[in-house]
């Protein structure tokens, strides 16, 4: 049940971009995505409802495929500041009332 | 506008002692949810609460953990008997009216 994210790790120099994915088994009814730095609590960036909607702000966007059951995040012209893991949480369409289902988790690390 | 706040924010116990983590939601919120995260793990659903409410208890461990959201106060969630493995970070998050999860800043919790 748990959504599976890839890659696992990336590493980038500043201004490269990346694409973290999200993909669950089950059908979904929202993706929220957070950025964790170490040693502080995850941080909201986005969330998507199904409809198949894409959303961004600045140079961080991401979509959200309700057919294939898939969230993508795009991060474009990376910074310094992207740097920490980054989690999907997933909300299945059995109204789950809230509960967030959280993958593994992403590594991105910006070098100068 | 205070966040959420979690309170202690480290916390150390000896197998056997309980553990009492606190957390006061975003004003004007009044959805709670609790997560664990092992350390270079991902995020672990526990328990979500209303007022008063226990709507979804199922990530819970069976025994030695219960959780409340009083009509006054904050939400607690309780260990009894702590064992190493209980060692984590907890974090609290709450949602309003929209479906987006503020995170709190987390209590460490350490094991002896």
């Known amino acids: 049940q748990q959504p599976v994210q890839s890659p696992q790790a990336v590493i980038l120099r500043e201004g490269e971009d990346a694409v973290i994915n999200c993909s669950s088994s089950?059908?979904?009814?929202?993706v929220h995505w957070y950025r964790q730095k170490h040693g502080e609590a995850p941080v909201f960036l986005m969330i998507l409802l199904k409809g198949g909607e894409q959303k961004g702000h600045d140079k961080i966007s991401a979509s959200f495929n309700e057919k294939k059951q898939q969230s993508s995040l795009y991060l474009t012209a990376s910074q310094l500041s992207y740097s920490g893991t980054y989690f999907c949480g997933t909300e299945g369409q059995s109204n789950q009332g809230g509960k967030l289902i959280f993958g593994q988790g992403t590594e991105l690390s910006v070098k100068p | 506008n205070a966040g959420v706040m979690q309170n202690p924010r480290h916390l150390v116990r000896r197998r056997g002692q309980e553990a009492r983590l606190r957390c006061s939601p975003m004003?004007?919120?009044?959805?709670v949810y609790w997560y664990r995260q092992l350390p270079e793990e991902g995020l672990k659903f526990m328990v979500y609460?209303?007022?008063?409410?226990?709507?979804?208890e199922s990530g819970m461990p069976k025994e030695r953990f219960s959780a409340e959201f009083p009509k006054e106060g904050p939400s607690i969630l309780r260990i009894q008997q702590v064992v190493r493995g209980d060692s984590a970070a907890y974090f609290c998050a709450s949602s309003g009216v929209s479906e987006t999860q503020y995170f709190g800043p987390g209590t460490r919790l350490l094991v002896l």
């Open positions: 004003k004007g919120h009044s959805h």
């Open positions: 089950k059908a979904l009814y929202s």
């Open positions: 609460l209303q007022k008063e409410n226990i709507i979804d």
